[in-house]
């Protein structure tokens, strides 16, 4: 009998700290140590590139490759969310497990409209994921077409899926890194499209029932950075007026700006066949030079949601906020990696050709706190330091702030987190050699690996505006900084031993007039 009331006892504290689905409740957890408060993460386990992402029926919906069972990489799942506001974020049952064929590695998911599958159910469209099968045993022999295209598919929003009985619907021929499928209706030529990772490349494939498929162009060899195997493909429409360009956007590992992990993209046209580079942009993207969405150490696999609505009309990305040089060994407990903020990708036309700026969601402004008043001001005069930890009623660790300045005509300028135990990130702007920087050296735990905080992080001012612009985001263990209205990004994160408490505006110019400083406290997505 003691031992009958002991497992009851048991059962009944596990049953107070799980929900419906067998998760620990998000009420008990999201507040570890580093545990990010506005950005998306797992409430256990391991996570790493979104996968998936569409929307549909008011709910944006989030995948990502997830290992449940411990906090590094494993055997991958598609972990499963949604968001009716991109910021709040509902944690659902995983949707794919792995199976015979092998793990659920990377891909997309699509609103098949008008059921070209067939796998439609009560005249209302089907759901379509495209993922990678990846089969662990044919890598450990020695083959090469351990990786191939496999599809499942919902008639529940989303709740529950079927993978295809034929499965799989693109074979691998003999390539070793062969994955990532992302899929897009291209309306023109009336045809699904999909851009696909092959090792130092990408494949495009069509198909009018997501089911066939045929290859029909390759593009990339000699053209960007290849410093790593390329993954995680996208392509997509971009408007600038009445101008339609087509973005392809190409992750790498290695190969990134500044080491490890990166997201570079190109700007062309699509023919229905294949992705054709514009003539501007081949001086910036050969040799192994790359344009990227993002210099810092800390966004990899980024892709966009499908389906947004026609009248909303935005091109929505999200990546994962890690790089795979340290990713297995932050210093995080019960989960391990987060999302970065969902962006807004817009086309710019400049004088060397298109380019993509980055910009954080409207929504995010719903997270300003209303009950903690903003600091606001202008015309502000700088000589070396100004504490503005005083003026604030609540500490930086999750804010949001925007600062202003002329650019100076040497001299940095930067804002400075920090803590009681003198641990410290700094991130800024240098105007001698025109580029911003990110200093995590002294930021807290940096000894777990020697390539997150050996030096200080760079990223080129690609404005040529005399007015410098900086919106930053503070969450408890990143910093996104959006420069210019986003012509030049910078994601970071860092694990200090305390939160930070104070803030600091520095420079080393004298009497250095600030234009305008906004700063608003935000709230937790998770309380």
Request: charged share 20%; with cysteine.
């Amino acid at each position: 009998m003691t031992k009958f009331i002991s497992l009851l006892c048991i059962a009944l504290v596990l049953l107070l700290k799980t929900d419906s689905f067998g998760q620990y409740k998000t009420s008990k957890l999201y507040q570890e140590p580093h545990r990010p408060q506005f950005h998306f993460s797992p409430a256990k386990g391991w996570m790493n590139d979104p996968n998936g992402m569409f929307f549909y029926q008011g709910e944006y919906h989030l995948f990502y490759q997830h290992y449940p069972d411990k906090t590094v990489w494993g055997p991958m799942h598609w972990g499963h969310a949604v968001s009716k506001n991109l910021t709040h974020w509902k944690n659902l049952p995983i949707a794919l497990y792995p199976d015979s064929l092998g793990y659920i590695f990377s891909g997309s998911a699509v609103v098949d409209w008008k059921n070209t599958s067939g796998f439609g159910k009560n005249n209302q469209p089907p759901l379509i994921a495209i993922f990678t099968y990846h089969n662990m045993e044919g890598e450990k022999a020695g083959r090469s077409d351990f990786e191939n295209q496999g599809i499942a598919y919902s008639n529940d929003k989303g709740r529950t899926w079927t993978k295809y009985a034929g499965n799989p619907v693109v074979k691998n021929t003999g390539t070793r890194d062969f994955r990532d499928p992302k899929v897009i209706w291209d309306e023109a030529h009336k045809q699904w499209v999909m851009s696909l990772a092959v090792q130092d490349h990408h494949e495009f494939w069509v198909s009018k029932n997501l089911k066939d498929w045929e290859n029909t162009g390759n593009f990339g060899k000699e053209w960007g950075n290849h410093g790593g195997v390329w993954e995680c493909a996208d392509m997509f429409p971009l408007k600038d007026g009445n101008v339609i360009k087509w973005v392809l956007i190409v992750n790498i590992n290695p190969g990134g700006p500044n080491g490890g992990s990166g997201t570079q993209y190109f700007v062309g046209d699509f023919d229905g066949k294949t992705f054709i580079l514009d003539e501007a942009l081949k001086p910036y993207v050969k040799n192994g030079n790359g344009l990227w969405l993002d210099y810092g150490k800390d966004n990899y696999a980024g892709v966009t949601w499908s389906d947004i609505p026609k009248a909303d009309g935005r091109r929505i990305l999200i990546g994962w906020m890690s790089n795979w040089q340290y990713a297995n060994i932050v210093p995080t407990g019960v989960w391990r990696s987060a999302a970065t903020l969902p962006r807004v990708l817009n086309l710019k036309a400049t004088n060397e050709g298109y380019r993509v700026s980055v910009n954080p969601v409207k929504e995010l402004k719903a997270l300003r706190n209303p009950a903690k008043k903003a600091l606001q001001l202008s015309n502000l005069n700088v000589s070396g330091s100004l504490d503005i930890t005083p003026k604030l009623n609540f500490k930086p660790t999750l804010s949001e702030l925007e600062l202003s300045f002329e650019k100076p005509e040497k001299g940095k300028v930067e804002v400075e987190v920090s803590n009681s135990k003198g641990e410290k990130y700094i991130i800024g702007y240098d105007s001698e050699n025109n580029t911003f920087y990110s200093d995590r050296t002294k930021s807290g735990k940096i000894d777990f690996s020697d390539t997150f905080a050996q030096k200080i992080h760079l990223a080129p001012r690609l404005s040529t505006d005399k007015i410098v612009k900086l919106h930053i985001y503070f969450d408890v263990s990143s910093a996104e900084l959006f420069a210019d209205n986003g012509e030049t990004v910078v994601t970071e994160i860092f694990f200090p031993n305390e939160d930070y408490t104070k803030m600091k505006i520095n420079t080393s110019e004298k009497n250095f007039k600030v234009n305008t400083l906004n700063v608003w406290n935000l709230k937790s997505s998770w309380k």
